[in-house]
């Protein structure tokens, strides 16, 4: 990622109070302006009817065993070795959501948020291209994506050298590595938005410079484009939200395990059970 795509834009010092604006109204960054809604996959109606049949029998499978084992049980439905056409049909039939991501290190994953959100479709590459792990598989979010998070991060990075410009950079760096290494699992997010604070280039460039743009990246939808990447600091985000133009509009660090933008939630998952077991219904239905 850029690391010049995610400067914050700069925020003007305008009066306020009648009278003070003039004859115009001030201009402001145009915000988001759709939402992503539930829209079902297409039914996979060039496939042959065995294909498709097969496909909604295991899946039907796989819903059957998600709501065994419960949102946070971690249902599977391996892939990898059925063949091409079935994949392919499975992959069509699941569509695509708001969410995807990557790793670089320690291995090369690739996660996508199947059309249903909770149930997501995890692949693993070798260097040479090679297709290690084709699932399904449900939760808030795979967990190879804070796995490797954990495994390329530190638990305490030392403070940076500040240059000439800067205000709060050294604030904020203590600040992030007080509530990193107070952070544990079950904790609340603790965010610091940049975007609202007084800080220089000098302070942002420091930041970029200490924390990295590194191993994880994750893309969230749901709102206008939401990213969001891990850094050398254990459990501590970049978090940037950019609209239509790919502007950015809101720049922030969170220090927890996952951005709750990347989860899915309890309820998303009761409604994709449900979607799901209608769509394969559908599947079912004679063309």
């Given at each position: 990622?850029?690391?010049?795509?995610?400067?914050?834009?700069?925020?003007?010092?305008?009066?306020?109070?009648?009278?003070?604006?003039?004859?115009?109204?001030?201009?402001?960054?145009?915000?988001?302006?759709?939402?992503?809604?539930?829209?079902?996959?297409?039914?996979?109606?060039?496939?042959?009817?065995?294909?498709?049949?097969?496909?909604?029998?295991?899946?039907?499978?796989?819903?059957?065993?998600?709501?065994?084992?419960?949102?946070?049980?971690?249902?599977?439905?391996?892939?990898?070795?059925?063949?091409?056409?079935?994949?392919?049909?499975?992959?069509?039939?699941?569509?695509?959501?708001?969410?995807?991501?990557?790793?670089?290190?320690?291995?090369?994953?690739?996660?996508?948020?199947?059309?249903?959100?909770?149930?997501?479709?995890?692949?693993?590459?070798?260097d040479d291209g090679t297709m290690l792990v084709d699932r399904l598989e449900t939760g808030i979010i795979p967990s190879v994506l804070t796995d490797a998070m954990l495994q390329t991060?530190?638990?305490?990075?030392?403070?940076?050298?500040?240059?000439?410009?800067?205000?709060?950079?050294?604030?904020?760096?203590?600040?992030?590595?007080?509530?990193?290494?107070?952070?544990?699992?079950?904790?609340?997010?603790?965010?610091?938005?940049?975007?609202?604070?007084?800080?220089?280039?000098?302070?942002?460039?420091?930041?970029?410079?200490?924390?990295?743009?590194?191993?994880?990246?994750?893309?969230?939808?749901?709102?206008?484009?939401?990213?969001?990447?891990?850094?050398?600091?254990?459990?501590?985000?970049?978090?940037?939200?950019?609209?239509?133009?790919?502007?950015?509009?809101?720049?922030?660090?969170?220090?927890?395990?996952?951005?709750?933008?990347?989860?899915?939630?309890?309820?998303?998952?009761?409604?994709?059970?449900?979607?799901?077991?209608?769509?394969?219904?559908?599947?079912?239905?004679?063309?």
């Amino acid at each position: 990622m850029n690391p010049s795509m995610m400067r914050p834009f700069p925020i003007s010092v305008v009066a306020m109070g009648p009278g003070s604006q003039g004859d115009e109204a001030p201009d402001y960054l145009p915000m988001p302006k759709g939402m992503e809604t539930f829209s079902a996959p297409s039914l996979p109606y060039d496939a042959p009817a065995a294909a498709v049949a097969q496909a909604a029998r295991l899946l039907d499978i796989f819903v059957d065993g998600a709501v065994a084992v419960g949102f946070a049980g971690g249902a599977k439905l391996e892939l990898l070795g059925l063949e091409a056409l079935l994949r392919e049909v499975i992959n069509q039939s699941m569509g695509f959501g708001e969410v995807s991501a990557f790793t670089t290190a320690p291995a090369h994953w690739r996660v996508q948020e199947t059309a249903f959100a909770g149930l997501w479709r995890v692949l693993q590459v070798a260097d040479d291209g090679t297709m290690l792990v084709d699932r399904l598989e449900t939760g808030i979010i795979p967990s190879v994506l804070t796995d490797a998070m954990l495994q390329t991060a530190v638990a305490d990075l030392p403070a940076p050298a500040y240059p000439a410009g800067c205000m709060n950079a050294q604030a904020l760096v203590e600040e992030i590595r007080q509530q990193a290494a107070a952070w544990r699992a079950g904790d609340g997010a603790h965010v610091i938005n940049l975007t609202l604070l007084p800080v220089s280039d000098a302070d942002l460039d420091t930041l970029y410079g200490w924390l990295g743009h590194r191993e994880v990246s994750i893309l969230s939808r749901g709102y206008g484009n939401c990213r969001i990447t891990s850094t050398r600091l254990k459990n501590v985000w970049w978090v940037q939200y950019f609209n239509s133009m790919d502007t950015l509009i809101l720049n922030s660090i969170e220090i927890v395990a996952m951005p709750e933008v990347a989860l899915a939630s309890d309820e998303d998952f009761s409604d994709s059970i449900e979607r799901l077991r209608e769509y394969l219904e559908m599947m079912r239905e004679p063309v």
